[in-house]
């Protein structure tokens, strides 16, 4: 069962499942997400997290073996903004997921968290083992669950892997980013490419190389790949991972790789800062890699290709 399997991550991962040959039930409120993202294999409940019976009579129908949650809010600004919905969301509707696996006896549990739950580092590259200092209600959120997965795993024995993601890009089999409206960087600077547009950078005043936020991108199927290695591997313990390549590009690195994957220039304005944006986050992989033999393969001139097809292929978006 994937939560938000609709959405950019969920359906990319909702597509490798299937194509595993597992039986994927999606559960998306569709808020956020596209219908037509969703894999045609896959069965999709419309439903929303926020309603206890909707979600437990979803997972009492379906009994699935694992449920993989990607069903959150995800913009930094946007939750600095409303933190009260971003709390309701990720921490309150999650709650209802948990309480409906651990009363049908779910076994294992893949979640989404993200690197926001570091906050600003005090050592890069981040592992495991980092302080956990979230400084936007994104990351507090996400850290929140994190902590809850501890406490429901003692409480029914549900086995966890919290997967803390970096940045992720690219597209797969035709599933891309698609969100309305779009404040992740790579798809930013394609749309500003492709419709002509000056680019904005968030800031150009950080204690960077450059001036500009450093961050570690991850192929969207590198990502994807790393849940199924991480569901097959949920035995006896609950496992935490960071998925990145280990290697930090400033904004304005993006925008160069960007300006030679088009061979063409992009406009660019800087503008203030983002709240509640880190400096730079890099990830050190080393644990999955050791563990589980993940690896990521993708570059970011692939994410780049890729999502840039993503866009040229659907370019208002998904058609539903």
């Known amino acids: 069962m994937v939560t938000g399997g609709a959405g950019y991550i969920g359906s990319v991962t909702t597509a490798m499942l299937v194509d595993a040959g597992h039986a994927v039930l999606v559960f998306d409120n569709l808020s956020r997400g596209h219908r037509a ?20 009579a979803t997972v009492r129908d379906a009994r699935p073996d694992c449920v993989l949650h990607f069903a959150a809010l995800i913009e930094v600004g946007e ?33 989404s968290s993200t690197a926001a739950v570091y906050g600003n580092p005090e050592q890069l590259p981040l592992t495991e083992e980092s302080p956990l200092k979230p400084v936007n209600p ?37 599933l891309g980013e698609d969100h309305r409206p779009e404040s992740h960087l790579i798809p930013r600077i ?37 849940h199924l290695l991480a569901m ?13 390549s280990e290697s930090g590009y400033t904004n304005r690195e993006v925008l160069a790789a960007a300006e030679k994957v088009l061979g063409a220039r992009i406009p660019v304005r800087i503008g203030p800062r983002r709240p509640g944006d880190a400096p730079a986050l890099i990830a050190s992989s080393a644990r999955i890699q050791r563990e589980l033999g993940w690896r990521p393969q993708e570059s970011l001139e692939d994410m780049l290709a890729d999502a840039l097809a993503f866009q040229r292929r659907f370019p208002s978006g998904y058609p539903d």
Not at 192 to 208: N, S
Not at 232 to 237: E, K, P, Q, V
């Open 79 to 111: 939750s600095v903004k409303e933190p009260a919905r971003y709390f309701h969301n990720n921490v309150g509707a999650g709650v209802n997921l948990l309480n409906a696996c651990c009363r049908h006896h779910v076994s294992r549990f893949v979640f």
């Open 37 to 56: 993202a969703v894999h045609p294999d896959a069965r999709l409940v419309v439903g929303d997290l926020a309603d206890p019976a909707a979600i437990e």
């Open 190 to 226: 394609l749309k500003a490419a492709t419709t002509g547009t000056t680019f904005e950078i968030y800031g150009d005043d950080y204690p960077t190389r450059d001036g500009t936020c450093v961050r570690d991108y991850v192929h969207v199927s590198d990502l994807a790949r790393a």
């Open 232 to 244: 097959d591997a949920l035995r006896d313990s609950s496992l935490i991972y960071n998925l990145g």
């Open 138 to 174: 994104y990351g507090s959120t996400k850290l929140i669950f994190e902590e809850l997965l501890r406490e429901y795993e003692k409480a029914c024995g549900l086995r966890f892997a919290a997967l803390r993601y970096f940045n992720v890009a690219g597209a797969y089999q035709g």
